[in-house]
């Protein structure tokens, strides 16, 4: 037996149970992995609260990395004792998980499991934001929200590799010192922050908003865009974006909305790994720095589940079987 989180009905933080279950047997085409460490993401509350829709009882977690214990029938990529990640794997809130051996991220020498467990969707997410939902180039000024958060000081670092200047907004002081340690230009707090960033652009606004927040600071987010800017809205921390009518788009500037997800720019196996190689020798190589913010033995997931919406986190939150 081992052990995994088990919400048998939607609700909040307190339907997380920690049970004893059997361990599961990989198929054909699949991998049966030791987690070494399992990530929080919104996506896991949203699941469990029932914002998006799941079939109960329910063990949350699409994001892991450890080690190859078993292969299943026809798998060649990977041996048995091979470390690997994923993004794109379910039921990771537990001993041990399977992961079809497409969606599974060989993790090179030189990052940790808890590295590439930190790494592994947010990394790939913060990938996609800056390369395909809107590329950005030097000279590009961006506004992050939640400067502070896993994705957010991942952004931070990749835009000023790209040669981006970065406006951010924060909660607390102690966010602020991280986002600025991250590199980010300007930070802001929430309050005003649309006005805020006009002052800073000379009254032109800035070419892209990053908003992983969502119902707080949407249409702050399209008031600090310049003419033809772009608003990536990829979360909802805060509660899904209000209605609005798109001329608004057309009053703006001829903005630019898209609401993008990670599984859509991991469609293939070039996708996967061209995303993760990038990601995983940036953290090897140290040009990019990994902020594990809080650790939680997989036992108190409830705990980690409050804390993360409770906004009481920075950088990555794992749960550690």
């Not at 032109?204 to 992983?212: H, I, L, T």
């Not at 990536?232 to 209605?243: C, D, K, R």
């Not at 090897?284 to 409830?302: C, F, H, M, N, Q």
Request: net charge neutral.
């Amino acid at each position: 037996m081992t052990h995994a989180i088990v919400a048998r009905q939607q609700g909040g933080p307190e339907v997380l149970e920690y049970a004893e279950v059997e361990p599961p047997v990989p198929g054909p085409g699949q991998l049966l992995i030791k987690v070494a460490a399992a990530g929080v993401n919104f996506i896991d509350t949203y699941q469990r609260g029932g914002t998006y829709k799941v079939e109960f009882p329910f063990t949350p977690g699409s994001e892991a990395a450890g080690t190859v214990e078993q292969l299943g029938s026809g798998v060649e990529d990977f041996t048995v004792g091979s470390r690997v990640a994923t993004a794109e794997g379910s039921k990771c809130y537990a001993g041990y998980t399977v992961v079809d051996a497409v969606k599974a991220l060989p993790v090179p020498d030189g990052v940790d499991e808890l590295t590439a467990a930190a790494l592994s969707l947010q990394g790939m997410t913060a990938h996609y934001l800056i390369n395909s939902s809107f590329r950005v180039e030097p000279g590009h000024t961006a506004l992050v929200h939640a400067g502070a958060g896993g994705v957010g000081l991942l952004l931070i670092q990749l835009l000023k590799a790209r040669g981006a200047r970065v406006i951010t907004t924060v909660s607390t002081g102690n966010k602020e010192q991280l986002a600025r340690e991250a590199g980010a230009d300007h930070v802001l707090r929430y309050g005003g922050f649309p006005h805020h960033v006009r002052e800073l652009t000379d009254g032109k606004g800035v070419d892209v908003v990053y908003d992983g927040v969502g119902r707080d600071t949407f249409d702050g987010s399209l008031s600090s865009l310049r003419t033809r800017g772009s608003l990536v809205l990829f979360g909802a921390a805060s509660g899904p974006a209000p209605a609005f009518d798109p001329q608004r788009l057309n009053a703006g500037g001829s903005l630019t909305l898209t609401r993008p997800s990670l599984g859509h720019f991991l469609l293939n196996q070039q996708e996967r790994r061209w995303r993760s190689t990038e990601i995983f020798n940036a953290a090897a190589d140290g040009s990019l720095k990994v902020r594990i913010g809080a650790t939680y033995p997989l036992a108190e997931a409830r705990q980690a589940h409050e804390d993360l919406e409770g906004r009481r986190t920075t950088g990555k939150v794992l749960l550690v079987p």
